[in-house]
């Protein structure tokens, strides 16, 4: 045994090589179970020394890291255990005004939401673009807001409303608020308004400052919404119009011209089956250097014979007129004989013709008046019954003709001429 004598009383001293196995035998005697405990624990796991100039340091981040790891409330805390140490690299000491990736990279680290730039959304809620609305009935109170709902939309672009049945309110605060709406394609079927709706309406549609196309389909409107369209028309920004059957009388028809001819940007008219009365051409006639329409369809109509002389004049004098569509449109003599003499006056590049039944003096003015415009690039006749007139009036004056393409199509035979002159 050794034994320290310099302090004048002898001391047991235990060398340092035999200090750890003299201990654990001492220890082992209160606890039996020591040797299991150094087997299962201290050969699992690496314990760092605790060093007095760190002032504990290693044992704060322990309880900083376990506290992060608890309020993920997560089983696998090793998923998240990358994330929270990032965070911690980050974060700011406060004594020192860095982060501990600064002092060690003499850098920050860049963040997950840094890898991504954030991308510039729209301030407001709602992303409806397209709009369908079917079958369905609204009262007063319910179609105000409706329409007020309908004029807020920030992005609403197209708008088809089919057999809705609406108040007058509704029309009445699409007027009000016409001027917020965003939408640029309009649809409408099946509905009958009244005198004050229909009025309310019209104002609406001309005052909606990004509606460029509009369609109305089996839509009973009162004379108000035509008279109401002449005064606002120069307000309208509608570039296209279809209308469907539709009916409309004297007063509806005049004041119906008269706005078309005074829409300022409409550029594409398509009528199907609407009744239209004398006044409607007359007005056209006398008003269709105003027009700014190019492309002009017209499907099934019947005219006489003072009304179809309206149409030629009123079709050959419009200044901007480029393609002309006829369906089933019955028209008399008398159109043929005023194209004809009114025909160095056509605008009309491609003029399309189905189903009709000419006679020999029709077919005869109708052959002469195709070869006198200037303008005529291309012609397409559908199912057109034509007397031999047309075609003998037509090799005569060919020579004048400017067409250079034709196609002809008669029930089941077809053939296509491209010549030119």
Same mark, same amino acid.
């Given at each position: 045994?050794? @034994? ?9 001293i235990v060398p340092v090589k035999h200090r750890r196995a003299i201990s654990d035998a001492l220890l082992g005697l209160s606890h039996p179970g020591i040797r299991a405990t150094q087997k299962l624990v201290t050969e699992r796991f690496v314990w760092p020394a605790y060093h007095l100039t760190a002032n504990g340091l290693v044992e704060r981040f322990h309880r900083q890291l376990k506290a992060s790891l608890k309020a993920h409330n997560t089983v696998h805390w090793t998923e998240v255990l990358p994330l929270i140490l990032l965070g911690i690299r980050t974060a ?52 105000? %807001?409706?329409?007020?709902? *309908? ?9 088809? *409303? ?31 308004? =009244?005198?004050?709706?229909? &009025? %309310?309406?019209?104002?609406? *549609? @001309? ?14 409107? +009162?004379?108000?919404?035509? #008279?109401?369209?002449? +005064? ?20 509806? #028809? ?49 005219? =006489? ?8 004049? =009123?079709?050959? &004098? ?53 070869? &006198?415009?200037?303008? *005529? ?18 090799? #005569? ?21 491209? @010549?030119?002159?």
């Amino acid at each position: 045994m050794l @034994c320290d004598v310099l302090t004048g009383v002898a001391r047991p001293i235990v060398p340092v090589k035999h200090r750890r196995a003299i201990s654990d035998a001492l220890l082992g005697l209160s606890h039996p179970g020591i040797r299991a405990t150094q087997k299962l624990v201290t050969e699992r796991f690496v314990w760092p020394a605790y060093h007095l100039t760190a002032n504990g340091l290693v044992e704060r981040f322990h309880r900083q890291l376990k506290a992060s790891l608890k309020a993920h409330n997560t089983v696998h805390w090793t998923e998240v255990l990358p994330l929270i140490l990032l965070g911690i690299r980050t974060a700011i000491e406060s004594d020192l005004g860095f982060s501990a990736a600064e002092l060690v990279f003499g850098t920050t680290v860049m963040l997950p939401a840094q890898f991504v730039s954030p991308s510039q959304t729209d301030s407001a809620g709602d992303p409806i673009e397209k709009l369908t609305h079917m079958l369905a009935d609204l009262g007063s109170a319910a179609s105000s %807001h409706y329409a007020r709902g *309908l004029c807020s939309m920030p992005n609403l672009r197209s708008l088809d *409303l089919n057999s809705v049945e609406l108040s007058d309110k509704f029309y009445s605060t699409v007027a009000s608020e016409a001027s917020n709406s965003k939408i640029e394609k309009l649809t409408h079927r099946h509905a009958d308004l =009244g005198s004050a709706a229909s &009025s %309310h309406y019209a104002r609406g *549609l @001309c005052s909606m400052p990004n509606l460029r196309s509009l369609t109305l389909d089996r839509v009973k409107l +009162s004379d108000e919404f035509y #008279s109401t369209v002449a +005064s606002e028309a120069s307000n309208s920004k509608i570039e296209e119009l279809k209308h469907w059957h539709s009916d409309l009388g004297s007063h509806a #028809s005049s004041h119906y011209a008269r706005g078309l001819c005074s829409m300022p940007n409409l550029r594409s008219l398509y009528m199907h089956d609407v009744k239209l009365s004398d006044e409607y051409y007359s007005t056209m006639a006398s008003e269709a250097s105003k027009f700014k329409i190019e492309e002009l369809t017209h499907r099934i109509a019947d005219l =006489g014979s003072a009304i179809s002389s309206h149409y030629a004049r =009123g079709i050959c &004098s419009m200044p901007n007129l480029r393609s002309l569509f006829m369906y089933d449109v019955k028209l008399s003599d008398e159109y043929y004989s005023t194209m004809a003499s009114e025909a160095s006056k056509f605008k009309v590049e491609k003029l399309t013709h189905m189903e009709a039944d000419l006679g020999s003096t029709a077919s005869s003015h109708y052959a002469r008046g195709i070869c &006198s415009m200037p303008n *005529l690039r291309s012609l397409h006749l559908y199912r057109v019954k034509l007397s031999d007139e047309f075609y003998s009036k037509m090799a #005569s004056e060919a020579s004048k003709s400017k067409v250079y393409q034709t196609l002809f199509k008669l029930e089941t035979i077809s053939f296509e001429k491209y @010549c030119i002159l």
